[in-house]
């Protein structure tokens, strides 16, 4: 979900990874295409953060409202464009005027539009057989006055559908708490966590919600807007968190459990010298499975001043796994490259990992960022590196290693 802070840069759309494939050596022909005109006739355009199954498809779709300009006859200025309203020209009313919708539909027989609200951001969570869909809405008021924090106004809004999309209801929520993540065992029993280190469990579909106790090491007064590094819901029930605690000469990432229908989480792994940024479950058993943390190195440095050591965040990226039954056991699986931006894990079944990153490229003069996969098929042994054109959006599908992605218009799948 998003801040509430007026210097926070907000882009239409749900946070899509850009899941194109790198390599300098190998180029990705494994592509199948879906569609050349995958939601195209939906303005402004944008897949949103969209599911596939056979045929069917559903999106949550986060969008600014479209903008149009005046003709060239009625341009007091003919050199300079000017919108049809004057309110499109209000940066803004167009953040206040930005939109979450959810669509459903097939792959080749276009998207219908089920409800939508004014929203700058969204998280969800479904059913397996899609009849269920939970949707929390955040809509930040970015005209009204801000408080001590430069924080404005924000109303979140938590709704359920129990058929597939056609009728919806609001739940009871807090409007002025807002809602990053919904993390479900079924259709009946979740979390949804939130901002402020908020942890809310649900064991009626969302009727009522039972507020958890984040881990005592997490809180601190330092940072009164703090949030959990990585979040995780196992296929077990344990909700698993990481945080980071700076220390004199470096950082460590803590990971902690709570059982389901547990009050008190419980240390699950420890990663110094590391920054959690995903933590990803695989989906293959409950009754013992793996964990992976992708994570920034965090090296010393003297400041040349006092003497004293202070820690220094390198973008060496690493992926580390334990597992269920032996979280004292981290294992470092793999370093990255030096300078790579780190953008997301996927962990499927059958030992298939996947890591998006971003090459910034710029050495020998520069150019446009190159959009990264590194994929691993034995469970982080061995991993290939390819490269293919950008995507607009995309989602990964770890029960059958089914990768989506979005260029332009055109849907494509690759399998893992």
Known sequence: MLSNTRRTLILAGVTALAFATYGFFNVNT???TLS???????????????????????????????????PLSKLKDPQQAE????????????????????????VDGGMKRYFQQFGQGAAWWYTKDWRTQYVATAWIDYKAPTDEHDNAPKTTRL??????????????????????????????????????????????????????????????????????????????????????????????????????????????????GQTIARLEASPDSAADYSLYALALLDTTQSNGQDGQTRPKRERIGV???????HPEAVTRLHTFDAGLMLDGLSVGTRGVLLVYATDPNTK??????IDLTFSSTDAGRNWTKTRDQTAQGGYFDPHDNTLYSLFAYTLKKQQF
């Open 319 to 325: 992926i580390s796994t334990w597992t269920k039954t």
């Open 159 to 272: 709704l359920k559908t129990s058929d597939g999309g056609k009728e919806w209801t609001q739940l009871q929520w807090p409007a002025a708490q807002g809602i990053n993540q919904l993390l479900f065992l079924d259709a009946q029993r979740g979390y949804a966590v939130g901002e402020r280190l908020g942890i809310w469990r649900t064991v009626d579909g969302g009727q009522s919600w039972h507020v958890v106790t984040p881990p005592a090491g997490a809180v601190t007064s330092a940072r009164p807007n703090q949030q959990f590094n990585a979040v995780n819901l196992g296929p077990d029930g344990v909700l698993r968190v990481a945080y980071t605690v700076a220390q004199a000469s470096s950082v460590q990432s803590f990971v902690e459990r709570l059982d389901w229908g547990k009050e008190v989480f419980t240390r699950d792994a420890q990663l110094p």
């Open 36 to 70: 050349t005109s995958f939601m195209r006739n939906d303005r402004p355009y944008g897949g949103g953060d969209f599911r596939v199954k056979g045929n069917e498809v559903m999106s949550i779709k986060v969008a600014h409202p479209d903008v149009t300009f005046k």
């Open 83 to 106: 919108p049809t309203e004057a309110w499109m020209n209000d940066t803004d009313e167009l953040l206040n005027r930005t939109t979450v919708a959810f669509f459903r539909g097939t």
């Open 30 to 32: 494994g592509w199948e």
């Open 364 to 369: 020998n003069g520069g150019g446009a960022p």
